[in-house]
Structures are given as C-alpha cells and as structure tokens.
C-alpha cells in the first residue's frame, strides 16, 4: 500500500472537510483541557494537527501549542487562521517527529488522527515519539474512532454538495483487511473529470492500544467514549478517547 495520505491531504482535502466544526473545536478543547489538569503556559504538542482547530483552541486556552502536520496544504490554511501566529507550526511526520526529547508536558492526537499506516510496527513507532518528546510525568490524550462502531454503522455511500464551491462530494467506504476505506470522488459543479482519493485507517481496538501504549512506555490511565470521562463502550461509543502520561 502507498502512502495515501501524502496525496490526500491537499487542496481537495479543505473542500471535502469544510464542515468540520471549529466551534466544536473550541467545546471539545475546553473539556480537554479541563482533564489534563494543565497548568497555564503548558507546552503542548498537537500531533497531526491539519487546519489547526485544535491547535489555535488549545493556545487561545493560554497554552503553548506546536502543531505538526505532513501537509503543506493543511498547514497553509492553518498559518491563515486569526491568532495563528501563536502557535508554532511544523511540516513533518509523526513517525519520526522534529521536537526535542523531553519538549512537552502535553502531547494530543486527535481526530483520528491515527492509524494510518501499512505496518502496525509504525503506529507503536508514533507512540513511542510521543514518549519521546514528552516529560516525565507528561499527559496524553488519543482521540481516535471506535473500531466495534464503525464495523456495524459503517454507511457504503454518501453524496453532498459543497455550498462554497459547488463541488460534488461522493463518499464510498468499505472495510478491508482490517482497515476502513473511503474512497472519495470531487467534481467541479460545471463538470470535467472527477478527482479521486482514498483515506485507510487501521481499525484498532482498546486492547491494541492498551498493549502497544505498554509496549511503547507510556501508561494508561482511562479509555473513553468521549471527553468528558463518559464510560468506553465498544458497541455504543462513537469515539475512543484514551488518556495518559509518561511515567
């Protein structure tokens, strides 16, 4: 398998996703940071950060946020933002991330912003960064889709239209070899080819991450089916939320 998110995450991207709520950021941050027990002025590493909504809500909290993407598309849009100049932004892969070790007290990965990869020996490679680049004692957080969900909710195909652009959105997905595929279809409202992309995320479960959080040095301390400390429930949870830190 190619690396599918090196060509997926580009200009096309912003179009397919602009729904994404950023006031529902700022909700989602709030109740974050309200778990993690930081004090004012944390250095925190937004890990996969793309447009940067969790990054620019985290620093208007008062913390000190890095945000690290792979897409120079994402992160354009990002450096666009208001208030973008408070945070320091970053172009490189998690898997091999450009911090110092010791650099954060925080280290977020949200948003399913995980998962990506062929090899599930680069997954545990991430967390063992996120180790990395965190102090002793420092937290985590991993927001990432619940795999047993997804399974029995998973809808084949979905269309829209974007109302900035006009643009067709066909969305397709299936699973596969343990993975979740999209396969995405934009069209330009006057016609013309069509553009495609596909997005894969490995389906991981709790027990996965449980024992590669172990596995990396990282302790967990909760799994949740959301940010407010609300219980995981494989069958019902839409998200699986884990908290933590590095002993």
């Not at 004012?40 to 620093?59: F, V, Y």
């Not at 208007?60 to 890095?66: D, Q, T």
């Amino acid at each position: 398998m190619s690396e599918w998110f090196v060509r997926s995450f580009g200009e096309d991207y912003k179009i397919a996703y602009r729904h994404r709520d950023w006031e529902q950021a700022e909700r989602e941050v709030g109740r974050l940071a309200a778990r993690l027990e930081l004090r004012p002025g944390a250095r925190i590493a937004d890990i996969g950060c793309g447009m940067g909504r969790h990054s620019l809500a985290l620093s208007r909290l008062g913390y000190e946020v890095s945000g690290l993407d792979l897409s120079q598309a994402l992160l354009r849009e990002a450096r666009s933002q208001p208030g973008s100049e408070a945070v320091s932004w970053f172009e490189g892969d998690m898997r091999r991330m450009p911090f110092e070790d010791g650099q954060f007290d925080a280290a977020v990965n949200l948003f399913t912003s995980f998962g990506y990869f062929e090899e599930d020996r680069e997954h545990l490679q991430v967390l063992r960064e996120m180790r990395r680049i965190l102090r002793p004692g420092g937290r985590f957080v991993i927001d990432f889709l619940n795999a047993e969900q997804v399974k029995s909710t998973l809808v084949p195909e979905s269309r829209r239209v974007d109302e900035e652009t006009g643009t067709v959105i066909v969305e397709r997905r299936c699973i596969e070899h343990g993975r979740v595929v999209k396969k995405i279809e934009l069209t330009d409202a006057a016609g013309g080819e069509p553009r495609r992309y596909t997005e894969s995320v490995r389906l991981l479960g709790e027990p996965w991450f449980r024992s590669a959080l172990a596995e990396a040095g990282l302790v967990l301390e909760s799994a949740g089916g959301g940010y407010d400390g609300e219980p995981y429930e494989p069958e019902r949870s839409k998200r699986l939320v884990l908290f933590g830190r590095r002993p």
